[in-house]
């Protein structure tokens, strides 16, 4: 089926490509117009050293005493991966759904980042809560990272604390979800369309045959003509027709039937040589006598060597 046939389809069977494609039209702007719209943002938090840490390291190197982020070392790095699988938990999000966080959210370390920084992103169809979530995400981590230090008798000036480095951004539509669910909408329903137009056609097709082969078997055609190929002419295809009874010639009249049984044969004699005429013609003959050919039944049309009158 070439790209003409479909064309010529979907243009008889336009009764239902068109109605369909109009639905799908409204189902695309509807479900663009009632779904919600998503928004994301982000917030940006990293890990500092205790500072017992802070001040050990300052009498090492003679930088400063009370400045930690002079010294974020690796160790801080695997801290931070381990805070963000712990804010994923399963526990921790359905804790965190009852203190009225409902957005989704995502926590990973941040991309080609050389330090301890988590990216905490948060998508939901409210802007405003949006913003109050990942201020209570980030709060909630911080308080989370000195429970669990707590937990393990780590004293208050060895514990490590966390601060926000980016604070929650400007919620931003997104789009790609929404126009995932028109897409699926309008065109779902487009190509249901083109599926019953095909379909249609299909039926229509076969009952179209199946009337054709019966029209045939009334006049007594036989649908399957068996074909044979000619012994004297290679190719050719001859189509065997049901036998019929040739019609009745007419009787000839008796008349003709009679002359036909009289009619004979004549057998003319070999022609004679020239010196036979000759002596032929010398002999003299009687008057009114002359030798003729008679033809009928009896005699085979043969010379009888009759005499006139005899």
């Known amino acids: 089926m070439d790209l003409g046939e479909i064309l010529r389809i979907l243009r008889n069977r336009w009764l239902i490509v068109v109605p369909m494609l109009v639905l799908a039209i409204g189902l695309g702007i509807g479900t663009f117009v009632m779904v919600p719209n998503m928004y994301s943002t982000y917030t940006m938090v990293s890990l ?3 500072p ?5 390291s300052a009498q090492q190197t003679g930088q400063g005493q009370d400045n930690p ?5 690796g160790s801080l790095i695997a801290t931070a991966d381990f805070l963000g699988r712990r804010l994923q938990s399963t526990d921790t999000v359905l804790q965190l759904k009852a203190n009225g966080l409902t957005e989704k959210y995502e926590v990973a370390l941040a991309e080609n980042a050389q330090g301890p920084f988590l990216t905490l992103t948060l998508k939901g169809s409210d802007s405003e809560h949006l913003l109050a979530s990942a201020a209570q995400l980030t709060a909630f981590a911080g308080t989370t990272l000195n429970d669990i230090q707590k937990q393990n008798n780590v004293a208050e000036k060895d514990r490590i604390k966390l ?13 790609k979800d929404k126009l995932k669910l028109v897409i699926i909408a309008a065109g779902g329903t487009a190509a249901l369309g083109f599926v019953l137009a095909f379909m ?4 229509s097709r076969s009952r ?3 009337a054709a082969l019966a029209g045939a078997e009334e006049i007594d055609v036989p649908v399957k003509a068996a074909a044979s190929a000619s012994a004297d002419i290679e190719g050719t295809v001859v189509i065997q027709l049901p036998a019929t009874a040739p019609a009745p010639r007419p009787a000839p009249p008796a008349e003709k039937i009679a002359d036909a049984e009289k009619t004979q044969r004549i ?3 070999p022609r004679q040589s020239a010196t036979a005429i000759s002596q032929k013609e010398s002999q003299p003959r009687r008057p009114g006598l002359s030798t003729t050919y008679q033809s009928n039944g009896d005699r085979g049309g043969q010379n009888a060597n009759r ?3 005899s």
């Open 200 to 203: 249609v056609e299909s039926i």
């Open 208 to 210: 179209r045959r199946k």
């Open 267 to 269: 057998q003319v004699p």
């Open 307 to 309: 005499v006139n009158g």
């Open 52 to 56: 017992s840490a802070t001040q050990a």
């Open 48 to 50: 500092l050293t205790s």
């Open 69 to 73: 982020f002079l010294y974020l070392n």
């Open 163 to 175: 601060t926000q480095v980016i604070p929650p951004q400007t919620p931003k539509v997104e789009t």
